[in-house]
């Protein structure tokens, strides 16, 4: 059956993989994004594009209402937007970590509230958070991203608890190194250091990341909640 599907930063990278697999599925999708023009590929797969920040509480509201005009309520929730401020403690301003956390963490507790409340009607619902590796394994230079990506499990964790008799499941992809945007700012030598110490060798394709996104939504996945699943290639073995 067709259901409203919203993905959060759905123009490019992961979330645009994932808006291509539940669209592939029959799904009636929409996605946000922020800057630039939605791809023509999203646009031939009939997917709905809305322009929204997510650090904006009203833009965020703007975009519910005229996804839930066209598709109907939000059935479906993945929230995927985020962005990265590396940099080492020492030289890391206060700025560069709040942005970080305003977009993963409190962009995502923006999304999510609002979605809360036509899943509520329907006494049913599926949000998949994607985290990442980092959250729970920690990285140099990361301190900002890593803190909120580890922050979405804590987050997802209590929603499961407090909505899981409402018919509503929280879960958590969290991905190792995706071949992506955010990835391209890596130098070739850190490049090489990171796949050396993942087990399958190479980066994630987007695909593979969208692959888990869509079961956790799907009928198959009815009785998970709560769940942090790794598509890492075994980078954080042992979480
Ligand atoms: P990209 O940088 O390729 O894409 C990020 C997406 O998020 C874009 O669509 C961007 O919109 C959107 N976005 C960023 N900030 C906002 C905002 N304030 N409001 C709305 N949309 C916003 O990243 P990836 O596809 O690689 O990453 C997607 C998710 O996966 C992120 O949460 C990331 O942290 C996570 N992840 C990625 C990994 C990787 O290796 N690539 C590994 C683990 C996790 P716009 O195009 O308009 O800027």
Known sequence: ????????????GIGLAIARAFADNGDQVAITYRSGEPPQILTDA??????????DAEQVEQAYKEIEEKHGPVEVLVANAGITKDQLLMRMSEDDFTSVVDTNLTGTFRVVKRA?????????GRVVLISSVVGLLG???????????AGLVGFARSLARELGSRNITFNVVAPGFVD???????TEEQRKGIVAQVPLGRYARPEEIAAAVRF???????YITGAVIPVDGGLGMGH
Do not use: E, F, P
């Open 116 to 124: 809360n409340r036509g899943m509520l009607r329907a006494k049913k």
């Open 46 to 55: 009939g997917v709905l594009a809305v322009r929204c920040d997510i650090t």
């Open 139 to 149: 990285s140099a230079g990361q301190a900002n991203y890593a803190a909120s990506k």
């Open 180 to 186: 992506t945007d955010m990835t391209q700012v890596l």
């Open 216 to 222: 956790l939504a799907s009928d198959d996945a009815s």
């Open 1 to 12: 059956m067709s259901r409203s599907v919203l993905v959060t930063g759905g123009n490019r």
